[in-house]
């Protein structure tokens, strides 16, 4: 197995890091890997901060282990290497009838990467966090693998689903899908005037996925608003796919200030009409709007940018509205801003979700942003809430420990799978997740 000298980023492109990365194709090339230097495993590097990085150490890129291996047509259970994109397993399944269960915004997104964070998408309401689909998964630490699921090596599972790769190297999984009518979506967008109009939406929504775009730059009567999507998958034509586009170059530093931002979301919130309407979509399209643009992350610079995520129990959702108050009085925030309502569903000690709502919001990487961010952490942590951890770029361990009760949990099992800490990354080192006690 060759190893290369590569540098790397986050998709939020703030930080990087340089080391060797080795590429294996099949499990038996994993293994001799770990037989001589553990390291931990990377995907395609779609969590923003520095989740995925190891600056200065080795890294094993996983996402030329994109085998399909069974599948059951009657019971929806496949079965893939870590490598393979949710997008993929999308627009191979959804004309038969089948659907990953939980899909986040990006299909670029690995199987073992949806793991490692417990992803959530649009209908965590209903259908919980990605690692409650897992029936099992293969897990290989030191040269050796063993399979385990919710009911086998219980404590492994949920210190592995939702644990950042700390546990050793997930090479393949079992996956429940869900049934789908087909590969087109019926999407039904309306207008929201306000924030706490847009709450009373989310909780009266009864359809399978909703999601909730808000102007971040609005204040006043307009705090809040918005536009909302609630969707049902269905069957019948629509137009392919356009051909997706890339960014060749990072953008000036005035193609997202305040003024611009402001009149790009303001013409994105007319852009449906005051009676609503319904559209009909490839599916792919609303899972994943921003694939079509390659290289998206480039819009913000080369400086890049940070995403906030957080969320707050639901008698707290007062938090997220003065959240809202102070990122539109700072003028900092970019188009990209999502609300949604999240269920309790969530499989590992360190998965994100609770009860309650979530919002994310980009912030370019300049000025006071890192001041503002620290504001909107502060007032997560009182409200009781907690921040993604495929985000975060910038918060502080103190803080952070607060905010996920299972973390002294998660740290035993992570030191106990891994004694020589040869899996962690420079998240894990910065908030000293595996230090605890």
Not at 361 to 375: C, Q, S, T, W, Y
Request: hydrophobic content about 40%.
């Amino acid at each position: 197995m060759l190893w290369n000298t590569r540098t790397y980023t986050g998709w939020g492109r703030v930080h990087s890091a340089t080391g060797k990365v080795a590429r294996p194709e099949r499990v038996s090339s994993v293994a001799h890997v770990l037989e001589n230097q553990s390291a931990p495993a990377i995907g395609n590097c779609r969590s923003y901060g520095d989740a995925c990085l190891n600056d200065g150490g080795a890294a094993i890129d996983m996402t030329r282990m994109d085998r399909l291996l069974s599948f059951d047509a009657e019971t929806g259970v496949l079965e893939v290497e870590a490598g393979v994109r949710l997008g993929e397993l999308t627009r191979l399944f959804a004309p038969k009838g089948w659907l990953p269960a939980v899909m986040p915004g990006t299909g670029f997104a690995t199987v073992g990467g949806a793991i490692a964070f417990d992803v959530h998408g649009k209908n965590h309401h209903n259908a919980g966090s990605f690692g409650q689909h897992v029936v099992s998964l293969t897990l290989m630490n030191r040269g050796k693998t063993q399979v385990i699921g919710p009911n086998k090596n219980a404590t492994l599972f949920k210190a592995t689903v939702g644990g950042m790769g700390q546990t050793g190297i997930i090479v393949s999984a079992k996956l429940q899908l869900l049934p789908c009518k087909g590969d087109v979506i019926m999407v039904t967008e309306r207008r929201i005037d306000g924030f706490e109009e847009f709450l009373e939406a989310l909780d009266a929504s009864q359809s399978t996925y909703t999601v909730g775009w808000i102007d971040a730059t609005a204040t006043g009567d307009g705090l809040g608003r918005g536009i909302l999507e609630e969707a049902e998958t269905g069957y019948g034509l629509v137009k392919a796919r356009k051909a997706s586009k890339s960014v060749p170059f990072n953008a000036p530093g005035w193609a997202l200030s305040n003024p611009i931002v402001k009149m790009f979301n303001s013409a994105y919130f007319r852009r449906v009409p005051d009676r609503g309407r319904t559209l009909v979509k490839p599916i792919q399209d609303f899972f994943f709007p921003l694939d079509r643009i390659h290289d998206w992350n480039k819009l913000y610079g080369k400086s890049g940018f940070h995403q906030f995520q957080c969320v707050v129990p639901i008698d707290q959702a007062p938090a997220l509205r003065s959240m809202l108050e102070k990122i539109a009085n700072a003028g900092s925030a970019s188009p990209l801003a999502v609300l949604k309502r999240l269920g309790p569903g969530r499989a590992g000690m360190m998965s994100f979700p609770m009860d309650g709502y979530t919002l994310a919001v980009d912030f370019p990487n300049r000025g006071r942003v890192a001041k503002l961010i620290a504001a909107l952490e502060e007032m997560t942590e009182q409200a009781g809430g907690r921040v993604y951890l495929a985000k975060d770029a910038t918060i502080a361990p103190e803080r952070l420990k607060k905010m996920y009760p299972e973390l002294a949990g998660f740290a035993k099992a992570a030191n106990k799978a891994d004694p020589d800490k040869a899996y962690e990354t420079d998240l894990i080192r910065r908030l000293q997740l595996r230090n605890v006690t």
